[in-house]
């Protein structure tokens, strides 16, 4: 919910491995529903989730998938927000409550969101990974780490920085606005 920005519309949950075998019974299901809907892990309503769901107004199916070189215990959702914004994730869960982001929108990714982390998709030009990476020196923000990945020279990229400070809402803003930026998304360190 967080890295598509915004409320859930449509979710397609494909299950995969461990969870497809005893996703149900353990429900997974249902905890990831509660995510879809920004309960948290704790919360007393992650069994009420479906009925949750639907008076939400929010469209679900739930299914299988077999993915490749991914951990067991492994989900690919299908996302669709209430203005339209999409977005497609395969998310490991390796156990103790953690959960990495293995995959966005076909592109390759690693992160988990423990640390503030800014996701950025563009286009595979030159100086956008300059661009941003000034935009955030400008303000004070130290990136700990990047990876960038993409589908083809020329095509769609993505940047994942996790960074040690908090990234203000204005320079989200003058990220997502420059040229050949195509979307954004932003994790807290706290939004666990």
Request: aromatic share 4%; proline share 3%; net charge negative.
């Amino acid at each position: 919910r967080k890295l598509l920005g915004e409320e859930v519309k449509r979710a397609e949950i494909l299950l995969h491995g461990s969870f497809l075998a005893t996703g149900t019974g353990h429900g997974t299901d249902l905890a990831i529903m509660a995510g879809l809907m920004g309960m948290t892990q704790d919360d007393l309503r992650i069994p009420e989730s479906f009925r949750l769901a639907e008076e939400a107004g929010i469209e679900w199916k739930i299914g299988e998938t077999f993915l490749k070189d991914v951990h067991p215990n492994s989900v690919k959702l299908i996302l669709e927000g209430k203005s339209g914004r999409k977005l497609e994730i395969i998310a490991s869960s390796p156990g103790g409550g953690r959960v990495v982001i293995r995959q966005m929108d076909g592109l390759e990714t690693s992160f988990s969101g423990d640390v503030p982390t800014l996701i950025v998709h563009n286009d595979d030009d030159p100086g956008h990974v300059a661009a941003v990476a000034a935009l955030l020196a400008d303000e004070g923000v130290n990136i700990a780490s990047m990876r960038l990945s993409r589908d083809k020279r020329g095509g769609s990229a993505v940047m994942v920085m996790e960074c040690d400070q908090e990234i203000p809402a204005k320079i989200q803003n003058r990220i997502e606005k420059t040229e050949g930026i195509r979307k954004t998304a932003y994790l807290s360190g706290t939004d666990s």
